[in-house]
């Protein structure tokens, strides 16, 4: 009896020392450390559209978001951004967080974009000056304020906009035209990058994103009481069904000029939606290809797309793909009737 007394007494001493267990508290609480509410931590912005509450992926898949590896990519510690080490020893730093290159090793849409854009030699107009992201995009943004938002796209988590910088337009007749109608991306953003077929299998089965990237359009969707850029992303799951979502993006790839009236307005593609249906990817030879241009994202309309399984490293093209099951995501929706007939009303010059 005297031994076991004397070894919990050893055992209490040794807990309030440290040296035995956890003396202190194993989790940070979000109201002692605010970052913990934001979106770079939480990871709540895909949470949020994949959720089977919210319409997404998990409709499909039946795996819940926690039970995924997507949180990988997100940061735990102020290490991600601010690390930094100098005569061999560490220490946290602004400046290291001011460098592009660490948005972009977690942010690979955008360093894809900017890879195409480079090789093409047409540069976004604020990395053709050497801009950093924090010269858009602030320390609120990156850290949160507390809110545990839901998205990127939730208003009120976001601060970068056009607006911040350029406080004046030119009188154009394009902006006096689409003045609170437009937002400035839908004009200025020379294209998206979206990931077609991401093959969901083989993020269960071995923890590797594959998909195939295609470039060279942008869509238009409603956000926030203006129509704006917006992206697509299709999905396979279980061999033979299919996901396809739409939601606004503003694309890393601005034009200092804006697109042409018929750019836009009254186009083939525009026809094509009229007609309510429009193919965005099909096979030629067995090589994938992809309608490209402005592509208006209406509620209804049929969005033809190739759907594929991954096998041992290829692409091979499903003969019975399911009907699509379509998303609207990041707060965005499609644009109404009117709004088509107007895009297909003939305006300006090409």
Not at 126 to 154: I, P, V, W
Not at 170 to 181: D, G, P
Not at 270 to 292: C, P
Request: charged share 20%.
């Amino acid at each position: 009896m005297k031994k076991v007394l004397v070894v919990q007494l050893m055992m209490v001493s040794l807990f309030f020392l440290g040296l035995y267990g956890n003396a202190y508290p194993e989790e940070i609480a979000k109201e002692d450390c605010f970052f913990l509410s934001g979106l770079h931590y939480t990871t709540r912005g895909m949470a949020y559209w994949y959720d089977k509450n919210n319409g997404g992926l998990e409709t499909l898949t039946g795996i819940p978001y926690s039970k995924l590896d997507c949180g990988t990519c997100h940061i735990s510690s102020c290490d991600k951004c601010h690390k930094t080490e100098k005569d061999k020893k560490l220490s946290y730093t602004i400046k290291a967080a001011q460098n592009k290159e660490i948005c972009l090793h977690c942010h690979k849409r955008a360093k894809t974009i900017k890879k195409i854009d480079t090789e093409a030699n047409q540069l976004d107009v604020h990395f053709a000056k050497n801009m950093q992201c924090t010269d858009c995009h602030t320390a609120r943004e990156l850290h949160g304020d507390g809110t545990e938002y839901t998205s990127m796209r939730q208003l009120g988590a976001m601060e970068a906009k056009c607006e911040n910088c350029h406080e004046s337009v030119s009188s154009s007749v394009s902006h006096k035209i689409h003045s609170n109608k437009l937002d400035c991306n839908s004009c200025h953003v020379r294209h998206v990058v979206s990931c077609s077929n991401c093959h969901f299998d083989t993020l269960v089965k071995e923890g590797k994103r594959v998909s195939i990237n295609l470039s060279g359009w942008v869509f238009l969707m409603n956000y926030n009481g203006k129509v704006t850029s917006a992206n697509m992303q299709t999905f396979v799951v279980k061999g033979n069904k299919t996901f396809l979502m739409f939601a606004p993006q503003n694309s890393h790839s601005i034009m200092k000029e804006g697109r042409k009236c018929g750019d836009c307005h009254a186009t083939e593609i525009v026809n094509q939606v009229l007609k309510g249906r429009l193919s965005l990817t099909w096979l030629d030879n067995k090589e994938l290809k992809q309608i490209k241009g402005v592509i208006p994202v209406v509620d209804g309309i049929t969005y033809d797309c190739v759907y594929q399984d991954y096998q041992n490293g290829k692409w091979i093209p499903i003969d019975n793909p399911t009907v699509p099951v379509l998303h609207y995501a990041g707060f965005g929706t499609p644009l109404s009737q009117e709004q088509l007939k107007k895009l297909a009303m003939p305006m300006g010059k090409k």
